[in-house]
Protein backbone atom coordinates (compact mmCIF):
# COMPACT_ATOMS: atom_id res chain seq x y z
CA UNK A 1 0.00 0.00 0.00
CA UNK A 2 1.35 2.96 -0.47
CA UNK A 3 2.41 5.58 2.27
CA UNK A 4 2.92 8.87 0.27
CA UNK A 5 -0.55 10.62 -1.08
CA UNK A 6 0.28 13.82 -2.97
CA UNK A 7 -1.30 16.65 -3.79
CA UNK A 8 -2.09 17.82 -6.64
CA UNK A 9 -1.38 15.26 -9.14
CA UNK A 10 -0.41 17.53 -12.53
CA UNK A 11 0.24 21.72 -11.83
CA UNK A 12 0.70 23.87 -14.77
CA UNK A 13 2.48 27.11 -13.96
CA UNK A 14 4.09 30.24 -15.96
CA UNK A 15 7.93 30.34 -15.47
CA UNK A 16 9.02 32.20 -12.58
CA UNK A 17 5.45 31.49 -10.32
CA UNK A 18 6.30 29.65 -7.28
CA UNK A 19 4.93 25.93 -7.38
CA UNK A 20 4.17 23.89 -4.11
CA UNK A 21 3.31 20.60 -3.41
CA UNK A 22 2.05 18.37 -0.55
CA UNK A 23 2.85 15.16 0.58
CA UNK A 24 0.26 13.29 3.12
CA UNK A 25 1.44 10.21 5.20
CA UNK A 26 -0.16 8.08 6.98
CA UNK A 27 2.41 6.47 10.16
CA UNK A 28 5.45 7.68 11.89
CA UNK A 29 8.46 8.33 10.03
CA UNK A 30 12.51 8.68 10.22
CA UNK A 31 12.31 11.03 7.57
CA UNK A 32 11.07 12.57 4.28
CA UNK A 33 12.59 12.66 1.34
CA UNK A 34 11.83 14.42 -2.25
CA UNK A 35 12.81 13.37 -5.45
CA UNK A 36 12.72 14.85 -9.41
CA UNK A 37 11.94 12.31 -12.23
CA UNK A 38 12.60 13.32 -15.93
CA UNK A 39 10.79 11.78 -18.88
CA UNK A 40 10.18 8.21 -16.39
CA UNK A 41 13.79 6.83 -15.76
CA UNK A 42 15.81 7.54 -12.90
CA UNK A 43 15.00 9.90 -10.23
CA UNK A 44 17.37 12.36 -8.85
CA UNK A 45 17.49 13.03 -4.81
CA UNK A 46 16.39 17.01 -3.94
CA UNK A 47 15.98 17.54 -0.38
CA UNK A 48 16.14 14.68 3.22
CA UNK A 49 14.14 16.43 6.18
CA UNK A 50 14.57 14.39 9.44
CA UNK A 51 11.51 13.54 12.00
CA UNK A 52 12.80 15.99 14.47
CA UNK A 53 13.39 18.89 11.42
CA UNK A 54 10.21 21.37 10.39
CA UNK A 55 12.06 23.32 7.74
CA UNK A 56 14.55 23.01 5.30
CA UNK A 57 16.26 24.99 2.45
CA UNK A 58 18.14 23.67 -0.64
CA UNK A 59 18.85 26.70 -3.49
CA UNK A 60 15.40 27.45 -4.63
CA UNK A 61 13.58 24.35 -2.83
CA UNK A 62 12.02 25.01 0.81
CA UNK A 63 10.65 21.85 2.39
CA UNK A 64 8.38 21.59 5.35
CA UNK A 65 7.18 19.10 7.59
CA UNK A 66 4.41 18.63 10.21
CA UNK A 67 4.69 15.27 11.32
CA UNK A 68 1.32 16.03 13.82
CA UNK A 69 -0.52 16.26 10.65
CA UNK A 70 1.70 13.64 8.79
CA UNK A 71 2.46 15.71 5.64
CA UNK A 72 5.06 17.77 4.14
CA UNK A 73 5.48 20.57 1.40
CA UNK A 74 8.14 21.52 -1.41
CA UNK A 75 7.73 24.73 -2.91
CA UNK A 76 9.93 25.47 -6.09
CA UNK A 77 10.43 29.45 -5.90
CA UNK A 78 11.12 30.81 -9.37
CA UNK A 79 10.25 28.26 -11.35
CA UNK A 80 11.84 27.28 -14.56
CA UNK A 81 11.06 25.39 -17.32
CA UNK A 82 13.42 23.02 -16.96
CA UNK A 83 12.15 22.37 -13.64
CA UNK A 84 9.69 20.23 -15.50
CA UNK A 85 9.16 16.82 -14.17
CA UNK A 86 7.67 14.78 -11.58
CA UNK A 87 7.89 14.91 -7.93
CA UNK A 88 7.95 11.96 -5.74
CA UNK A 89 7.71 12.31 -1.72
CA UNK A 90 9.17 9.34 -0.08
CA UNK A 91 9.36 8.28 3.32
CA UNK A 92 11.59 5.85 5.12
CA UNK A 93 9.39 4.43 7.93
CA UNK A 94 11.26 1.51 8.97
CA UNK A 95 11.57 0.52 12.77
CA UNK A 96 14.94 -0.51 12.72
CA UNK A 97 15.88 2.85 10.30
CA UNK A 98 16.54 0.85 7.12
CA UNK A 99 16.48 2.79 4.87
CA UNK A 100 13.54 1.50 2.91
CA UNK A 101 11.51 4.19 1.25
CA UNK A 102 7.85 4.09 0.64
CA UNK A 103 7.09 6.62 -2.62
CA UNK A 104 3.89 9.08 -3.21
CA UNK A 105 1.98 8.56 -6.77
CA UNK A 106 3.98 12.00 -7.40
CA UNK A 107 3.07 15.14 -8.76
CA UNK A 108 3.31 16.32 -12.67
CA UNK A 109 5.08 19.64 -12.91
CA UNK A 110 4.87 21.69 -16.18
CA UNK A 111 6.73 24.95 -16.37
CA UNK A 112 5.77 26.96 -19.40
CA UNK A 113 8.39 29.13 -20.76
CA UNK B 1 33.11 8.97 -9.81
CA UNK B 2 30.38 6.65 -11.92
CA UNK B 3 26.73 6.23 -11.29
CA UNK B 4 24.72 3.14 -10.85
CA UNK B 5 24.20 1.70 -14.08
CA UNK B 6 21.55 -0.57 -15.10
CA UNK B 7 21.26 -3.01 -17.72
CA UNK B 8 19.75 -3.79 -20.48
CA UNK B 9 18.18 -0.25 -20.86
CA UNK B 10 14.97 -1.73 -22.46
CA UNK B 11 13.85 -5.24 -22.69
CA UNK B 12 11.07 -6.95 -24.64
CA UNK B 13 10.06 -10.43 -24.08
CA UNK B 14 7.29 -12.63 -24.55
CA UNK B 15 4.98 -14.04 -21.94
CA UNK B 16 6.15 -17.30 -20.18
CA UNK B 17 9.67 -16.69 -20.93
CA UNK B 18 12.48 -15.40 -17.89
CA UNK B 19 14.33 -12.34 -18.08
CA UNK B 20 17.38 -11.05 -15.76
CA UNK B 21 17.86 -7.25 -15.01
CA UNK B 22 21.39 -6.27 -13.71
CA UNK B 23 22.24 -3.50 -11.34
CA UNK B 24 25.96 -2.23 -10.61
CA UNK B 25 25.85 -0.13 -7.68
CA UNK B 26 27.83 2.92 -6.54
CA UNK B 27 31.47 1.64 -5.41
CA UNK B 28 31.27 1.25 -1.61
CA UNK B 29 27.57 1.29 -1.42
CA UNK B 30 26.42 -0.98 0.87
CA UNK B 31 22.78 -0.61 0.30
CA UNK B 32 20.95 -1.56 -2.46
CA UNK B 33 17.33 -1.22 -3.47
CA UNK B 34 15.05 -2.56 -6.38
CA UNK B 35 11.74 -0.47 -7.15
CA UNK B 36 9.11 -0.98 -9.73
CA UNK B 37 7.14 1.39 -11.61
CA UNK B 38 3.75 1.35 -13.82
CA UNK B 39 3.26 3.61 -16.24
CA UNK B 40 1.96 6.83 -14.79
CA UNK B 41 2.57 5.49 -11.19
CA UNK B 42 4.78 6.12 -8.32
CA UNK B 43 7.55 3.53 -7.31
CA UNK B 44 6.73 -0.10 -5.90
CA UNK B 45 9.38 -1.23 -3.58
CA UNK B 46 10.37 -5.03 -4.24
CA UNK B 47 13.90 -5.90 -2.35
CA UNK B 48 16.51 -4.40 -0.16
CA UNK B 49 19.93 -5.51 0.10
CA UNK B 50 22.01 -4.17 3.54
CA UNK B 51 25.83 -5.29 3.83
CA UNK B 52 25.92 -9.19 4.76
CA UNK B 53 22.44 -9.09 6.21
CA UNK B 54 19.34 -11.23 4.86
CA UNK B 55 17.48 -9.37 2.21
CA UNK B 56 14.19 -7.30 2.99
CA UNK B 57 11.99 -9.32 0.62
CA UNK B 58 8.54 -7.88 1.40
CA UNK B 59 7.66 -6.02 -1.39
CA UNK B 60 8.63 -9.11 -4.01
CA UNK B 61 4.92 -9.18 -5.60
CA UNK B 62 4.80 -12.92 -6.12
CA UNK B 63 7.56 -16.42 -6.24
CA UNK B 64 7.94 -15.70 -10.11
CA UNK B 65 10.12 -12.84 -8.57
CA UNK B 66 13.85 -13.29 -7.31
CA UNK B 67 16.82 -11.34 -6.94
CA UNK B 68 20.47 -11.72 -5.77
CA UNK B 69 23.59 -9.55 -4.83
CA UNK B 70 26.71 -11.35 -5.42
CA UNK B 71 30.10 -10.14 -3.42
CA UNK B 72 28.05 -6.85 -2.17
CA UNK B 73 28.02 -5.09 -5.02
CA UNK B 74 26.07 -6.37 -8.37
CA UNK B 75 22.28 -7.21 -8.11
CA UNK B 76 20.42 -9.51 -10.73
CA UNK B 77 16.49 -9.19 -10.60
CA UNK B 78 15.28 -12.24 -12.07
CA UNK B 79 11.61 -12.73 -13.38
CA UNK B 80 10.65 -16.24 -14.01
CA UNK B 81 7.90 -16.97 -16.84
CA UNK B 82 6.82 -13.14 -17.26
CA UNK B 83 3.07 -12.06 -17.38
CA UNK B 84 1.92 -9.04 -18.77
CA UNK B 85 1.65 -6.90 -15.63
CA UNK B 86 5.15 -7.70 -15.17
CA UNK B 87 6.17 -4.86 -18.26
CA UNK B 88 7.16 -1.84 -16.06
CA UNK B 89 10.25 0.02 -15.38
CA UNK B 90 12.42 -1.24 -13.31
CA UNK B 91 14.66 1.09 -10.93
CA UNK B 92 17.63 0.13 -9.17
CA UNK B 93 19.28 2.63 -6.48
CA UNK B 94 21.66 2.32 -3.98
CA UNK B 95 22.91 4.19 -0.55
CA UNK B 96 26.29 4.53 1.53
CA UNK B 97 23.91 4.53 4.36
CA UNK B 98 20.59 5.69 5.74
CA UNK B 99 19.34 8.80 3.53
CA UNK B 100 19.95 9.73 0.38
CA UNK B 101 19.32 7.05 -2.50
CA UNK B 102 21.12 7.10 -5.67
CA UNK B 103 19.37 5.77 -8.79
CA UNK B 104 20.24 4.03 -12.09
CA UNK B 105 17.99 5.04 -15.53
CA UNK B 106 16.17 1.83 -15.05
CA UNK B 107 15.30 -1.05 -17.18
CA UNK B 108 12.32 -0.62 -18.92
CA UNK B 109 11.04 -4.36 -19.46
CA UNK B 110 7.64 -5.16 -22.10
CA UNK B 111 6.17 -8.38 -22.25
CA UNK B 112 4.17 -9.20 -25.33
Known amino acids: SQQGEEDPQALSIQEGENATMNCSYKTSINNLQWYRQNSGRGLVHLILIRSNEREKHSGRLRVTLDTSKKSSSLLITASRAADTASYFCATDAGSSNTGKLIFGQGTTLQVKP | GAGVSQSPSNKVTEKGKDVELRCDPISGHTALYWYRQSLGQGLEFLIYFQGNSAPDKSGLPSDRFSAERTGGSVSTLTIQRTQQEDSAVYLC??????????FGPGTRLTVT
Open chain 2, 93 to 102: ASSLSVGEQY
